[in-house]
């Protein structure tokens, strides 16, 4: 699929100060992933990142000890939604400096979004100078569905082009009725909300799948991993073509 450019929502100021959601209404369907990769990404394109774990079942980014990810609940014990701590949150991404890297639990997904809207806290963080990203992950296989009504949502409601979507084939193909997934309606009808997609292809589980797999049961990053002696250099040159290929999407999409 091709990549589109950010060139036409991004401008120089605003993108010195970046937050990066990744929201999806579906558990389990590589939201972790994605933030720590895109964490990397940024730090190794000399950003000074600042990763928040805000899911509170699974904690998965702040396992990662070089992330340093800071630990936040936006939900209570109960299971609540805690508006002051949202509020808190946007007076954080509007003041403070650096880049946010949040990823967010699923059960978090639709009361945070539903805030964000409500608040009108993408205009708020524009008017402070603050670009802000919506990072929706679109897995195949029997996530296809859900995670299309995930991105459905989110490209719907969003008032400004700042989606980027990752494309994830590890579950099976991401397409319906042998349409891929850009000729898919529900798709084709939100590009315009879209600053470009990531692919995650479908891998030889036995080959690139254990080495990714073994990097992230260890919670490595791709640097750490590559510069291990955990690791034979067959693994590691396998996961130096991942993080090379994933990279260089991103730098298309310009969102440093």
Not at 38 to 62: H, T
Not at 193 to 219: A, H
């Amino acid at each position: 699929m091709a990549k589109t450019s950010a060139n036409e929502s991004v401008n120089g100021d605003a993108n010195k100060t970046a937050i990066h959601l990744i929201l999806q209404g579906k558990g389990g369907v590589g939201k972790s992933v994605v933030a720590t990769w895109l964490a990397e990404y940024l730090i190794k394109r000399g950003k000074n990142v600042r990763c928040i774990d805000g899911d509170p079942v699974n904690r998965s980014l702040a396992q990662y000890k070089a992330l340093n990810a800071e630990k936040l609940d936006l939900v209570s014990e109960e299971g609540l939604v805690v508006r002051a701590r949202y509020d808190v949150l946007v007076q954080r991404f509007a003041t403070e400096e650096g880049v946010f890297v949040m990823d967010s639990g699923a059960t978090a997904f639709l009361p945070f979004w539903s805030y964000i809207v409500e608040s009108e806290m993408i205009r708020v963080l524009r008017d402070a100078g603050r670009k802000l990203y919506v990072h929706c992950v679109i897995s195949g296989g029997e996530m296809l569905t859900d995670t299309l009504l995930g991105f459905e949502t989110l490209a719907r409601s969003t008032p400004d082009k700042n989606v980027v979507v990752w494309i994830n084939e590890y579950f099976g193909p991401v397409s319906r009725d042998g349409k891929g997934l850009d000729q898919v309606n529900v798709f084709q009808s939100h590009t315009d909300k879209m600053v470009g997609s990531i692919g995650i292809p479908q891998r030889s589980p036995d080959t690139f799948g254990e080495s990714i797999q073994l990097m992230r049961t260890k919670k490595l990053t791709f640097d750490e991993a590559i510069q291990s002696e955990q690791f034979m250099l067959v693994q590691k040159s396998r996961l130096y073509l991942v993080q090379r290929e994933l990279f260089e999407q991103l730098d298309k999409l310009q969102l440093t």
